[in-house]
């Protein structure tokens, strides 16, 4: 069971999920890389649907079916099923927090994977038009069925790809993480939206699209390596259309949506070799104010103590060089070549 | 020359440094660990004082020193002078933003690295009570020196420990930056500070003193797992006393924080072997209301696009947990007892 805790005086949680490390020798040397993982044994392969929860949903030629207990669907697509080890789940006692005077409530929520293929060692950006379109069916059909349920007031979706960027296991997936409550970023977000005239993300749309950071372009979507940028080659995806979630993203969105992100992952295999990244949506159901985006951050440098201190990112590459290599002007052995703004 | 840069539209800032790193071949493999350092050639080290910048501030004998173009001071305790590659630096051509809707300012501020010992190899936990003390001392003085300093609003006094917690050098150092704005955490925290009728900060001591979380306690500072913890063995240190920063310390103060700060490394040490670690300064020399706070992360787990996406930390070891091994009541090798709360 685990238990969400309020900060002592600010709106902010932490998530205490004991299941998965319990004692100091599970931490110690827990990320080291062991090199490629085999096939052998993986849980997310197709054919081991037995040894993992019944599915939440399988997707098999563009229909979607149900695991039973006595039954579970072979030869699917992509397979979505509850996480092993949890960080929120559905069914929680209700326990009354042991200190008066300080905040907590049961993990009430959901935490499952997205298988994306049932053959280990598959990656997106190799995924035909119908795969990378299909997946982003799958990414839209799992955010509806969340968003709706008693009590979720966010959807998290994202991918963690290699150990730096905290994948566990290397058979391509992502996770989705139903939230009881509007994380303090998109809160944060949405109280400056609200404060605004118009949308600001339409505004970052029109200052981005002639600005020299955009790196890909089609008739949905651009990508681009943001002003505001954390970290070296920070990509932002944003829909041309102003909506607030993958629910209110057309099929032809979605289409378009799987091309520019199937580019971009290859231009960061061209770039950086097999970089570690992490993948988020930012998306909210229940304010069509907030404009729907998509995050990509390479993961290349460590945040520090500077960081954590201030919360705020020293980033050594500017967004505009990033654009210029992501683009193919520059290529990764133009060492000293000066990049014109 | 580095651009401090603003969010689209909230009050939020990143530093783009290009100094460091400009190729994306710098970036592929930068982090992989090469095993022990050796002192050949190290910057840190005594003796190495003609290869670095001049030191801004000499600690000798509980003596302050400067430099002089002509003559480096030797046989030093202490030795402070600005990184090879600042994030910010004092100074900065005023240049316009290029782009009339986005908002940039130049890089002004100061960075700079204090060597805590003369003696590569050397660690915290094995300081005297003189030289820890005195290293408390350093830290109070650095500090003043940069709060005082024109158009410099916050004072980050950090440590950065192992290559997973961001060190590049592994003789014994800690790194201050001084910032031309208040960091968005702190600005948030004292907004809601200012909202209280009393301190917060009082109060969580309060709360933690009488808590299984208080692992040590003296005369004037207290150290906890905190309630609301992102990570594994996460430590807040308070002192009893309301004071918003480094500057408002007495000497007294400062060797209780040097004794306690050794203690909970050495716990750190004694059951997670030798973890890579952050350990920053909270504090405000502005705001009176502030309640300065020193916090300690060992960097047990990635964070990965969740926390990215939600600004909330999945922490898979309760901080009670966590309390009890640090206080020795459980050993690392109690893998199976249960914890009594």
Partial sequence: MSEIRKHYFLSEYCIIAEERAKKPSDFTGADEDTGKESSENCLFCGGAEENTPLATAVYKNGKIYSDTPEKRVRNWDFRCFPNLYPALSPAQDIQEPGESS??????????????????????????????ISGLMQVYRDRTCSYTTREKIHYVSLFKNFGKKAGASINHLHSQLIALPFCPPPLA??????????????????????????TILENSEWIAFTPYFSMGPFEVWVLPREHVSYLGDCSDGMLFALGEILREILKSYVRILGNPPFNYMFYQLAEAPEYHLNLRLLPRLSINAGFELDTGTYINTMSPERAASYLKGDLRPEDKNRKIEL
């Fill in 102 to 131: 300080l905040q907590a409530e049961p993990g009430y929520g959901f935490h499952e994977v997205i298988i994306e293929s049932p053959l280990h060692g598959r990656r997106l950006e190799g995924f035909s038009d119908s795969e």
């Fill in 188 to 213: 944060r977000e949405l109280k400056a939206i609200r404060n605004k005239e118009s949308c600001p993300y339409c505004a970052i749309f029109d200052i981005e699209k002639a600005s020299p950071r």
